[in-house]
């Protein structure tokens, strides 16, 4: 019972956060560096282009995840102060690299 008031507490959250998408090809994060405004909880769609998977990680953001390869993936974040919030591929960290930029 708990966890389903939980679930529905939840859910207009959800329901409200502007969605951003992330690519990864070659190994590599598309857009590298997007904004997003202050105080705004965003949903992040990771689309995983290459045959490999690939682990979104940001210390900054406290978020971590893998991607399969070919696969599909979404973190919620935010709502953010001003500021620079990078994240790298973690298993192809020298050209997986990204920020997230809040204005």
Not at 46 to 70: C, H, M, W
Not at 75 to 96: K, M, N, Q, V
Request: glycine residues 6%; aromatic residues 8%.
């Amino acid at each position: 019972m708990k966890r389903l008031l939980l679930v529905a507490l939840l859910l207009p959250i959800a329901a409200h956060a502007d969605e951003y998408t992330l690519t990864i090809k070659d190994h590599k994060f598309q857009p590298a560096e997007f904004t997003i405004p202050s105080g705004t909880k965003i949903r992040l769609r990771i689309e995983n282009q290459d045959a490999t998977p690939e682990e979104f990680d940001s210390y900054a953001l406290n978020r971590e995840k893998v991607i399969a390869g070919l696969g599909t993936a979404t973190i919620f974040i935010g709502p953010l102060e001003a500021g620079r919030y990078p994240f790298t591929g973690e298993f192809h960290s020298a050209t997986a690299q990204g920020v997230i930029v809040v204005k």
